[in-house]
C-alpha cells in the first residue's frame, strides 16, 4: 500500500516526465544521427556506382576496340 502511494506521488509529481523527455531528446538526436550516417553512406555509394560505371565502360570499349567494332560514345 505504501508503495502504492508513493508511486501515485511520484506520477502527480511528474517525476516520471522528465525521464521521458530526455529519452525523447536522446532518441531524436540518435535518430538524428544514424539518418546522417545514412545519408553520408549512399553518398558514398552514389560516387562509387558512378566510377564503377565508367571502368565499364571503359572496358566495354577497349574489347569493342579489340574485335573491330565501333564504340557506342562518340
Known sequence: MLMLA???ILVGAGAFQTGLSESA???RNE???LADKA???FGVLS???VALSERLAEQINRELGQTGL???QA
Open 47 to 49: 560516387v562509387e556506382g
Open 31 to 33: 535518430f538524428n544521427h
Open 6 to 8: 508513493l508511486a501515485i
Open 39 to 41: 545519408e553520408n553512406s
Open 70 to 72: 565501333k564504340s557506342l
Open 25 to 27: 531528446v536522446f532518441l
